[in-house]
């Protein structure tokens, strides 16, 4: 029997009990089923990567290792919390090689204070708080959806999930060195658009009435997220 990339990481994976958890099963499937009928995959979030990540962050601290895949076990109703789950795991995993060739000092966890926690070689540090976008999408009767993530007053749009966020959990509220890593966990949306037209006051262009010419656009940073109360 050959066995695939599947078979051979399944069996060394760590951490058997996670793989029967219903998210990673459905993770799995849907790999399955792109792989098969030759659907183009996601190279960075797919069942395959959530292995090779969870390995790999077990290698580096298995504290930290253990504390993605305890909230991945409690929270596998909850699919876009899961997703949320990944996209920090994405954001940590891309440090592991830094540290390895000297370039960051640790990364920490620490849920009260932010999402990853990044200690530089001079032990200063800056905090990353990670936004997963998955806009859950519906389709009014003539097929068509409504995208509004790149607005700013829209519940789904990006700007207010950051608001939400930082209101909720009093992020960005502390003088210290604060980013935000932002994911937009959907084929559909218009990704780096949506990011700054939401975060600003929108991608505006004004037009010659008389020449009906354009003769400035760009994005309007006058009302930006950053001076809301």
């Known amino acids: 029997m050959i066995k695939n990339e599947i078979d051979i990481i399944e069996e060394s994976f760590y951490n058997h009990d996670l793989l029967e958890n219903e998210y990673m099963k459905q993770q799995k499937e849907e790999y399955l089923d792109y792989r098969n009928n030759d659907f183009p995959i996601n190279p960075y979030r797919n069942y395959l990567k959530i292995l090779k990540y969870f390995q790999e962050i077990n290698k580096y601290n298995p504290s930290h290792a253990a504390s ?3 909230r991945i076990k409690k929270e596998y109703k909850d699919w876009r919390s899961c997703e949320a789950v990944i996209s920090e795991m994405i954001v940590y995993h891309n440090y592991i090689p830094l540290i390895r060739e000297r370039l960051v000092k640790s990364l920490s966890l620490i849920t009260n204070e932010c999402d990853v926690i990044v200690e530089r070689c001079d032990s200063s540090k800056y905090y990353l708080e990670v936004f997963c976008i998955t806009p859950d999408f519906q389709e009014d009767e003539n097929g068509v959806i409504n995208i509004q993530t790149h607005t ?4 789904s749009s990006v700007r207010q999930k950051f608001l939400r ?3 909720k959990q009093k992020q960005f509220s502390t003088k210290r060195e604060n980013f935000a890593v ?3 966990n959907d084929r559909r949306i218009a990704h780096d658009f949506t990011v700054l037209s939401s975060l600003s ?3 505006k262009i004004k037009i010659d009435i008389d ?3 354009n003769f ?3 994005y309007d940073w006058e009302n930006l997220i950053f001076e809301s109360p």
């Open 165 to 167: 966020k930082a209101n």
């Open 211 to 213: 020449k009906m010419t």
């Open 201 to 203: 006051d929108g991608y």
């Open 152 to 155: 700013q007053k829209a519940f």
């Open 182 to 184: 932002i994911e937009l």
């Open 216 to 218: 400035d656009e760009g």
């Open 68 to 70: 993605f895949a305890k």
